[in-house]
Every structure is written in structure tokens, then in C-alpha cells.
Nanobody, 122 residues
């Protein structure tokens, strides 16, 4: 089994920064492709950052250079550094892992964390 646990969400003002993390435990070899998916209030899930086949991260268009995803393989931890946060970034941020595919499409992921709430006040 694979367990994903997110940490670091919270309340931040517009223009502020936040780093969230996701610790992977269990069968970590099943988590080759990882990503961050978010869901805002009343919105569909959308891909924030996701690893492609070359293990590099691609980003949703709305990121516009504000977010950086990274993965520490030794610690089995995925990070998302978010800068210049805006109220529209408010939502639940989920860590996800895929055995075969990654990227920005949420349906490609096999495993999910419980999510961490990010709230950006105006």
C-alpha cells in the first residue's frame, strides 16, 4: 500500500508565500510520478504541478511562474513552494502519485492524500 500525507497548509495574505509538503510511506516504488492537484470551492479539480515521463514538472497555466514543485527522493517527500498567492489560489491541495503516468490530469493518478487547505485572504 501507499500512504500520502500532506502538511503545511494554512491561511496567508494576498501576495504571501507558503510551502506545502507531502510525505510518502509504504510501497514508495509505486510512486514514480507525483503531482499536486487542487480543488477550489465550487470548482473542478485542476492540476497544479505534475511530473512527466522525464521526471520534470509541468505546471497549470494559472501558475505563471509563481509555484515550484520539487521532490526529495531520499526523504520520499514532495514539495510545492507557492509565491505571490492570490485569493483564487484558495482551495484544498492534494498530493497524488501514479505508477505509470503523471502530469496535470488528475485521473492518471492512483494514490491520493487527504489534502491540505490553503486559504488566501484578500
Amino acid at each position: 500500500q501507499v500512504q500520502l500525507a500532506e502538511f503545511g497548509g494554512g491561511l496567508v495574505q494576498t501576495g504571501g508565500s507558503l510551502r506545502i509538503s507531502c510525505v510518502v510511506s509504504g510501497e514508495t516504488h509505486r510512486t514514480q510520478y507525483m503531482g499536486w492537484i487542487r480543488q477550489g470551492p465550487g470548482k473542478e479539480r485542476e492540476g497544479v504541478a505534475g511530473q512527466d515521463s522525464d521526471e520534470k514538472f509541468s505546471y497549470g497555466d494559472f501558475v505563471k511562474g509563481r509555484f515550484t514543485a520539487s521532490k526529495d527522493y531520499a526523504k520520499h517527500t514532495l514539495y510545492l513552494q507557492m509565491n505571490d498567492l492570490r485569493p483564487e489560489d484558495t482551495g484544498m491541495y492534494y498530493c497524488a502519485a501514479g505508477e505509470i503516468l503523471g502530469g496535470l490530469a488528475h485521473h492518471t493518478y492512483n494514490y491520493w492524500g487527504q489534502g491540505t487547505q490553503v486559504t488566501v485572504s484578500s
